[in-house]
């Protein structure tokens, strides 16, 4: 089945500091990859749509400069969290859209001390 | 953006009991899909019906859709301890992007 591949599965970083996170599409083409965030015991909340060789589509309230998503291949889409801040601690997770559904990563647990 | 709310927010039964949860949408929708995350962990994909269908079965799952009333329930028959985890409904509008929006979640709690 189509599987999307995400990394780190958990990152401990200073605040300040950037963060990458990387979703790769392992046996299908990604034209479109989802980044969402989720605090704890709250929902998946949409941040923004990544799309293969076009800017994303931001979710209104989510800051396009801190939260940059990176689309350069059909099969890698990466969010970067610039100059993080301990409020950004949060379980981040991508999700590609597929004919039948759609595919999500395994998640990303950011912890900013 | 928030497309679904769910009820209820948590739910505690006993093994062997029935668990139902409720999700209530916004705006017009292609699919509605059932999802289950256990504790700090990804998604897991249980069922997805469609808009032009009423009701769907899976395993001891359950699911309905009430377009009219934009609402779908999910019925967990036979809990078990192991069930005990997060549901979420998630609604797809079947756009451009189809992008996919999460309902607020019900945290079940089975007691064995």
């Known amino acids: 089945g189509a599987v999307v591949s995400q990394h780190p599965s958990w990152v401990i970083c200073k605040s300040g500091t950037s963060v990458k996170i990387e979703c790769r599409s392992l046996?299908?083409?990604?034209?479109?990859m989802f980044w969402y965030r989720q605090f704890p015991k709250q929902s998946l909340m949409l941040m923004a749509t990544?799309?293969?060789?076009?800017?994303?589509?931001?979710e209104q309230g989510v800051e396009k400069d801190k939260f940059l998503i990176n689309h350069a291949s059909l099969t890698l889409s990466t969010l970067t969290v610039t100059s993080a801040h301990p409020e950004d601690s949060s379980f981040y997770i991508c999700?590609?859209?597929?004919?039948?559904?759609?595919?999500f990563g395994s998640g990303t647990r950011l912890t900013v001390v | 953006s928030q497309q679904g709310e769910e009820d209820p927010q948590a739910l505690s039964i006993q093994e062997g009991e029935n668990a139902t949860m409720n999700c209530s949408y916004k705006?017009?929708?292609?699919?509605l899909q059932w999802y289950r995350q256990n504790s700090g962990r990804g998604l897991v994909h249980l069922i997805l019906?469609?808009?032009?269908?009423r009701e769907k079965h899976s395993g001891r799952l359950r699911v309905t859709l009430d377009t009219s009333k934009k609402s779908s329930s999910l019925l967990i028959t036979a809990s078990r301890a192991a069930d005990t985890a997060s549901y979420f409904c998630a609604t797809g509008d079947g756009g451009a992007t189809n992008k996919l929006i999460f309902g607020t979640g019900t945290l079940l709690a089975v007691q064995p």
């Open positions: 990544s799309n293969e060789g076009s800017k994303a589509t931001y």
């Open positions: 999700s590609a859209p597929l004919p039948r559904g759609y595919t």
């Open positions: 705006t017009s929708i292609n699919n």
């Open positions: 019906i469609r808009s032009n269908e």
């Open positions: 046996d299908f083409q990604a034209t479109t």
